[in-house]
């Protein structure tokens, strides 16, 4: 590379601040259903216009743009999927990712208020925003953790011997992605998967459509929020995968202690979660996952291991580790004892 190619790191910081570019240009293709339009053919864009009735002049420039990312093909100014568009942008696809589009589109419209997050020190969602109260939102929000859910699973599930546990709580437990796959790998396990209602409506769909609604059991409860929540009791076995980063340090300390109540000595929690570093600056994409809390949450954030340790250990767990299983510090272990 010569100089005048090099990147500066001007550069590398206006690349960053125009981020947005990119990102609005896939987000926008994919609520305007262009990768599905496309499908398998080759389509120009005047005739995409005319079926999806838009303006032919915006759609073409925007499909241009969505070739020089990379998403689309162009010969003979004919527009094409490419195979990995085809795999995970358009529906049908092996692996479509469509949930997580639409959970992508949400955020984006909180991080505009970024500003207001920061200036206030929380959320800047109003009551009536939250997913609690949205049944369609809450719903693709469960479909979007079902995407991210099943390989993280699939990773603690091959990671872990199970063998000897009998009885799992899934404390927010959502899709039930991960008491399916740990059942999967260890089929003498039954799952209590204790969520919100809302939340359960959709767990219980997609458990039922891979056949384990015999072997996982839903029970609602509010378990930050309701100090009479029955969480159930005589778990050997706890999950709690994503949970801790939604609250802060007081409820999440008393929702150890509750789960600590609801199992038999000798049981083993599983704390699966967005660990950052002790510096709290690293690895950056949890750095940006705090930011997330904050726009998202009341009081939620990132914690780190020894935060973690330290509320499990309050709790009456002993014990506690680390798993190193995933890229990135993501799973704690630790015993009731
Ligand atoms: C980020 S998702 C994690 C889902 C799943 N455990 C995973 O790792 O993919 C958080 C889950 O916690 C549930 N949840 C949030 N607040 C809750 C509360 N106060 N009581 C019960 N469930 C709650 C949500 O409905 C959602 O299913």
């Given at each position: 590379m010569n100089n005048s190619t090099k990147e500066t790191n001007l550069d590398k910081i206006l690349t960053r601040a125009s981020g947005f570019m990119d990102a609005q240009v896939i987000l926008t293709a994919h609520e305007m259903g262009i990768f599905n339009c496309l499908g398998s053919r080759a389509a120009s864009a005047d005739v995409l216009a005319d079926e999806l009735e838009i303006s032919e002049r915006g759609l073409r420039i925007l499909l241009d743009a969505l070739v020089s990312l990379g998403l689309l093909s162009k010969t003979n100014d004919h527009y094409k999927n490419t195979k990995t568009g085809l795999t995970h942008l358009v529906k049908g696809g092996s692996d479509y990712r469509g949930a997580t589009l639409d959970h992508l589109i949400r955020m984006r419209d909180m991080w505009l208020r970024l500003d207001e997050a920061v200036e206030k020190g929380t959320s800047p969602r109003k009551p009536e925003e939250s997913l609690v109260h949205n049944r369609d939102r809450n719903r693709s929000f469960i479909l979007a953790m079902k995407d991210f859910g099943t390989p993280n699973a699939k990773i603690i599930a091959g990671n872990l011997?199970?063998?000897?546990?009998?009885r799992l709580l899934d404390l927010g437990g959502g899709p039930g992605s991960y008491s399916m796959e740990i059942i999967r790998q260890f089929p003498q396990l039954r799952a209590t998967l204790v969520d919100l209602p809302l939340t359960l409506e959709v767990a219980e769909e997609i458990i039922k459509e891979s056949c384990m609604d015999e072997k996982i059991e839903l029970k609602a409860a509010d378990f930050y929020n309701d100090p009479h929540a029955d969480i159930g009791s005589g778990y050997d076995l706890a999950l709690i995968s994503n949970?801790?980063?939604?609250?802060?340090v007081d409820l999440n300390r008393k929702l150890l202690s509750r789960v600590n109540n609801a199992m038999v000595e000798d049981g083993m929690i599983l704390i699966h979660e967005a660990l950052i570093n002790e510096n709290r600056v690293s690895p950056p994409d949890r750095a940006m996952f705090a930011v997330n809390m904050l726009l998202h949450t009341e009081r939620g954030n990132c914690y780190t291991f020894n935060e973690i340790k330290g509320w499990l250990e309050e709790a009456g767990f002993s014990g506690v580790e680390l798993v190193d299983c995933f890229e990135k510090p993501s799973l704690m272990i630790a015993y009731k004892k």
């Open positions: 011997d199970l063998s000897k546990y009998e949970i801790l980063h939604i609250e802060g």
